[in-house]
């Protein structure tokens, strides 16, 4: 009934959020002398804190209108080009002139941990200069009725298999954390089947593919509990009135504690600090906190045969890099990858994916050449570094752009012209 406690909880402290912000409002009204005062700011301040962290946090939007090609700001238009129950295929769909030479087709496997597709808001905008983007968005199981049947491992890698034969060939598949395995998976079942339409290349970066190899606390905690006290303690059913009524579940507040947990005094530092630039009007590093936490708060839930066979599988027994993975009762053969193009990335500070996980993909796939694998290292960044921020930017998505450019046959744009006032093009 825990779940069910939740929800009574959160319906419960609704009037107490109403009240908070209707009393926030006036206190910043311009029109109340108070608002000028030290105290009207702090009690505004402590009203606005104690409604965020109260709130239930629903999907944030993408909310990426345009882009710049070639140092020209273009529309992007975000569509939605392939749907089954648990996922839809999002495409940011650019405005590009005709003379445009072709970018490479890169599909962006989201992690189906908790969060939310939009977490990798920053991924895509790093990458929408340069390429044709496409995301898998991840529905939340308790959104889901049970009339749709189940979801778990299995039906996770048919997915990524459908999606590929949907985008055609030259696709350049991004898998950011979770889904590194399945990827590998659906790229290894689509070799042995000699798939025509197998990705041009694959790009693996902060995933769990050998969680023996530098264990962080998450890797512990699945290693040292049976699987059965992951369906006694965290599976769930959802309760009503929502549409997955019924459906047994992860929930996905009980994933965003758990990591809250892990750098607990870091988020009561954060809010300290949200707290106090409110009170000294501060705008711009308060918005940046209500940016990041309208993100990292906003969760899904899991349905639980996909959470219980993933953490069997990935953390426990440790199928993948063993040989042992079965997809529909066939082995995944990570040797029958030949044709595929891997590149892996790591961060150096990474504390859910250890450093040296996700590397292990290029020893599991072993008749990859030597010319078509690629690894490199994050100096200074953790997880979300990994596919997120200024060292992302910077570092990362130019080393995506240009190996899924390098594997895949994609025009070389040509060279843009410099015109110097006064001179000539350069």
Known sequence: MFYQLYEMNHAAMAPFRVAAEMTRIAYRNPLNPLSYTAVGRSVAAGLEVFERVTRRYGKPAFNL????????????????????????????????????????KILIVAPMSGHYATLLRGTVEALLPSADVYITDWIDARMVPLTEGNFDLNDYIDYVIDIIHHLGPQTNVVAVCQPSVPVLAAVARMETENDPLAPASMTLMGGPIDTRINPTAVNELAKNKPIEWFEDNVIMTVPWPQPGFMRPVYPGFLQLSGFMSMNLDRHMIAHKDFYLHLVKNDGEPAEKHRDFYDEYLAVMDLTAEFYLQTVEEVFIKHALPKGELLHRGKRVDTGAIRNVALLTVEGENDDISGV???????????????????????????????????????EIAPRIIAFARQHSAVPEQPAIKRVIKGGKSA
């Open 65 to 104: 209108p345009e882009t710049t090609v070639n140092g020209k700001a273009v529309a992007v238009t975000e569509k939605v080009v392939w749907s089954k129950p648990f996922c839809n295929l999002l495409h940011f769909e650019r405005a590009l002139p005709a003379a445009h030479a072709g970018d490479p």
């Open 356 to 394: 040296g996980q996700t590397k292990a993909a290029q020893t599991i796939c072993t008749n990859i050449p030597d010319e078509k694998r690629m690894h490199y290292m994050q100096p200074d960044v953790g997880h979300y570094g990994v596919f997120n921020g200024s060292r992302f930017r910077r």
